[in-house]
């Protein structure tokens, strides 16, 4: 396992963007698949977006496809989740997760051994 630190949340209005970051420590995270979540008041936690442990594919929610983008910068051990085009209904808890070589299933949080601490993100006008 590692341990994450989400960082970049905050009060955005409609139409703005973000860069939310999750950094690991513990261990070399380029041979680490990397999800986005969230979690709204009231709701269960949600996939956003994930990457696999080679990089080279991605995957997103309908609901925020063209919108978000997820990367990494291995150099630096850090994951990004950039969001632009805000919308209310993005608001919620940000989450970032990782599993040591995982390449399916990455949409569901079952998969991931280790989280952060989630970062909050409001998006109101």
């Known amino acids: 396992q590692v341990q994450l630190v989400e960082a970049g949340g905050g009060l955005m209005q409609p139409g703005d963007s973000l860069r939310l970051s999750c950094t690991a420590s513990?261990?070399?995270?380029?041979?680490?698949?990397m999800a986005w979540f969230r979690q709204a008041p009231g709701k269960e936690r949600e996939f956003v977006a994930a990457?696999?442990?080679?990089?080279?594919?991605?995957y997103y929610a309908d609901s925020v496809k063209g919108r978000f983008t997820i990367s990494r910068d291995d150099d630096r051990n850090t994951g990004y989740l950039q969001l632009n085009n805000l919308k209310p209904e993005d608001t919620g808890v940000y989450y970032c997760?990782?599993?040591?070589?995982?390449?399916?299933?990455?949409?569901?949080?079952?998969?991931?051994?280790?989280w952060g601490q989630g970062t909050q993100v409001t998006v109101s006008s």
């Open positions: 997760a990782t599993r040591r070589y995982a390449y399916k299933n990455l949409d569901q949080p079952t998969t991931y051994d280790s």
């Open positions: 513990g261990r070399t995270f380029s041979s680490y698949a």
């Open positions: 990457m696999n442990w080679i990089g080279g594919s991605l």
